[in-house]
Nanobody, 127 residues
Framework: QVQLVESGGGLVQAGGSLRLSCAAS????????MGWFRQAPGKEREFVAV????????YYADSVKGRFTISRDNGENTVYLQMNRLKPEDTAVYYC????????????????????WGQGTQVTVSS
């Protein structure tokens, strides 16, 4: 089992940027895809982005495409989410997850595609 710890959340004005980090320990990090999800108050957890095991493939939800960038450093066992041009509707708790495979293709992912989760980090975007 892998342990995941997110960090980097905070309060930012609309149009600003944040960089989230997710540090992994335990199960081999570099063998699995990693993803970011988010959950706003009163809403279900939704897919944000995924990156393949060696970082050569990524896929984004339409709502963040062109503004967010997912990356990973397998030497540091860390996955990142660079968030630019933030909007109030990006406000949510952001979670990282470790995938069940090395990469499931360029498609929308669900929680069932991941089997380990961090505790989340709050991102609040003010208007």
């Amino acid at each position: 089992q892998v342990q995941l710890v997110e960090s980097g959340g905070g309060l930012v004005q609309a149009g600003g940027s944040l960089r989230l980090s997710c540090a992994a320990s335990g199960r081999t990090f570099s063998s699995y895809a990693m993803g970011w999800f988010r959950q706003a108050p009163g809403k279900e957890r939704e897919f944000v982005a995924v990156i393949s095991w060696i970082g050569d493939n990524t896929y984004y939800a339409d709502s963040v495409k062109g503004r967010f960038t997912i990356s990973r450093d397998n030497g540091e066992n860390t996955v990142y989410l660079q968030m630019n041009r933030l909007k109030p509707e990006d406000t949510a708790v952001y979670y990282c997850g470790q995938g069940r495979t090395s990469y499931g293709g360029s498609r929308y992912y669900t929680e069932a595609d991941f089997d380990s989760w961090g505790q989340g980090t709050q991102v609040t975007v003010s208007s």
